[in-house]
């Protein structure tokens, strides 16, 4: 081959071999960047270390680690480590990374100085506490001897358990202040006891049996110390006698509120540039819409102005028992055919094939009145268990005009693919997991189908409306309790007479969200995550940049990251190494 012919065949595969780079480089930023090695590393590192520091149970045939309440030993080396990693990230070369190296380097280094001001606030908090654990230095260094198998003096040991017994019942409740503690100081005592005990237990499994002179000297010791601080542990309870918790204008329900600073502090680690206050401006907002809606759907059913009575009766539309089930697979199937039509999103067979379905038992209805999803959805019904009143409110309150918002939000394209999708996609982000990711996708389904008019009978939009003022009014609620201005008695209430909820699923609401463990921000961040893929929808597809195709393959594919994170990478935004939020993305007077 001569080489004139050489050249120009070289330029005619030219472009096809930078398409090749380009799809090669394009296909390995699916899963990884500059910094995916580090954050691999850096996960590793910290399990190492809270996994050598935790103690070991025996529960089967085999020991496990035990999670428990760190000591100060656990959380000094993994303040160390925190801080050596943020050291070690200023070394690296920021400016040459891709967008995608640079998105991950922020989240981690987000990540690493939330968990050192963690670490740091907890320290403080041990020491607000450690007047009523002092004999815990002791335990700890019996545990730390265990680690490396140290056959130590077990009659020694028997007289310092002893001793540490006689410390612990030195306490009684005449002896406690307990009305200087707040809940959280409660709950931190009771949690470092049960760490105490279990790392005393874990001393225990690993020598008995196995060394003579220990089951001579320490069974006895060991088994009156861990009733002894059994005994001490339930000085610090909180329990309320069922005829105090029926009378009480707040349903028993105990909270923790946190206040004005602590949320502007969560906001602000969550990349929301908004206040408290402007938070609910745009609940309230968009709960005027919610309004005005419901108005045009009541007066459509022929209530008028009477929205409660159109609701009443499409709360009467619940099926009968045992048919719940299959009204789910029909609601996925009208979700995933209207999708399919308006040409919405491609979603994988094998995750329309593999959605799993269980039944929530009644203890569970009692903080989760409604459905909820992941895997599997876990349906939300009456059992047989559970009083007629009780039954009816859970049929009421799960009817299929209510379902059809929440079976989609559930399933696909809710939970359960961004449980399929972000197992496949940079799952090493995993790390970096907001609720504003993991709720504001699937609410801004909610609110994309209903633009896209999947509501069409004004039953089917009163549905939908509920649940969309239901996320208005947790903002509404959550807000308001923890800046201190509502009771919970108050949030039910709210939810009640504002949102048309059964009494008992408003009360299993309120009590999920403030004695379920979510974040304070958790109930926040359906409706405000939503509001921001519903801006960058607008951002990048409205304006003919993207197809909505495109646009929710590409969401998905950076999984469970702040919204503005993804905005970052989807827009090829410059980013800088002293980046902070800033992307306003509700427009207050559209």
Request: charged share 25%; glycine share 6%.
């Amino acid at each position: 081959m001569n080489k004139p012919y050489q050249l120009l065949l070289m330029i005619c595969l030219l472009p096809s071999a930078l398409f090749s780079q380009e799809k090669t480089a394009s296909s390995l930023y699916e899963q990884t960047s500059e910094m995916g090695t580090t954050i691999i590393t850096y996960q590793q590192d910290v399990k190492a270390i809270q996994d050598f520091y935790w103690p070991y149970v025996t529960e089967g045939t085999y020991p496990e680690i035990a999670r428990v309440y760190y000591s100060p030993e656990q959380r000094d080396r993994l303040l160390s480590v925190q801080k050596e990693y943020l050291k070690r990230m200023e070394q690296l070369n920021f400016d040459a990374f891709s967008v995608y190296g640079k998105v991950d380097y922020l989240l981690l280094k987000k990540e690493i100085r939330k968990e050192i001001a963690d670490l740091e606030k907890a320290e403080v908090n041990e020491k607000v506490i450690l007047k009523y654990i002092p004999f815990a230095p002791g335990i700890y260094a019996i545990e730390k001897e265990r680690r490396r198998g140290k056959a130590m003096d077990w009659s020694a040991v028997a007289a310092k358990l002893n001793a540490i017994t006689k410390e612990v019942g030195a306490f009684n409740a005449t002896s406690i202040n307990k009305t200087t503690l707040n809940k959280a100081q409660l709950k931190n005592i009771k949690d470092a006891i049960y760490g105490l005990k279990t790392r005393l237990r874990g001393v225990y499994d690993f020598y008995k049996g196995y060394d003579p002179l220990f089951d001579w000297w320490i069974p006895k010791p060991y088994e009156t110390l861990t009733q002894a601080l059994n005994n001490y542990a339930s000085l610090f309870s909180e329990k309320q006698s069922e005829a105090a918790v029926q009378k009480d204008s707040n349903y028993g329900i105990k909270g923790n509120p946190i206040g004005q600073a602590e949320l502007s502090a969560q906001l602000k680690a969550e990349m929301i540039p908004y206040s408290p206050e402007e938070l609910l401006k745009i609940a309230e907002k968009e709960f005027a819409f919610c309004d005005q809606e419901l108005l045009k759907a009541s007066a459509e059913m022929g209530f008028g102005k009477d929205w409660k009575k159109a609701q009443e009766k499409v709360k009467q539309s619940f099926v009968a028992p045992g048919k719940q089930p299959e009204l789910i697979v029909q609601l996925q199937d009208d979700a995933l055919g209207f999708i399919q039509k308006q040409n919405l999103m491609n979603i994988p067979e094998l995750a329309k094939e593999t959605w799993g379905m269980v039944m929530m038992s009644a203890e569970r209805q009692l903080v989760n009145p409604f459905f909820t999803g992941g895997r599997e959805i876990s349906i939300s019904y009456p059992t047989a268990g559970m009083t007629d009143g009780d039954k009816l409110m859970s049929m009421r309150g799960n009817n299929p005009y209510f379902s059809r918002g929440t079976v989609q939000h559930e399933l696909l394209p809710g939970h359960h693919l961004q449980y399929y999708m972000n197992s496949r996609y940079k799952n090493y982000r995993e790390l970096f997991t907001t609720p504003f990711g993991i709720e504001g996708w699937t609410l801004y389904w909610e609110l994309l189908l209903c633009d896209k008019g999947f509501a069409k009978s004004p039953e089917e939009r009163i549905g939908m409306l509920f649940w969309r003022m239901h996320r208005c009014a947790r903002i509404i609620f959550s807000l308001n309790y923890h800046l201190g201005k509502w009771t919970p008695g108050q949030c039910v209430d709210f939810l009640v007479d504002r949102v048309g909820h059964e009494p008992a699923n408003a009360e299993g609401e309120v009590r999920r969200s403030f004695e379920g463990g979510y974040s304070p921000l958790y109930q926040v961040a359906y409706m405000i995550g939503g509001l921001q893929l519903m801006a960058l929808k607008h951002e990048l597809v409205d304006s003919g940049k993207m197809t909505y195709t495109d646009f929710h393959e590409r969401v998905m594919k950076e999984n469970l990251i702040p919204i503005e994170m993804v905005r970052a990478t989807l827009t090829g935004q410059s980013l800088k190494r002293d980046f902070t939020s800033q992307w306003k993305f509700y427009n207050f007077n559209k």
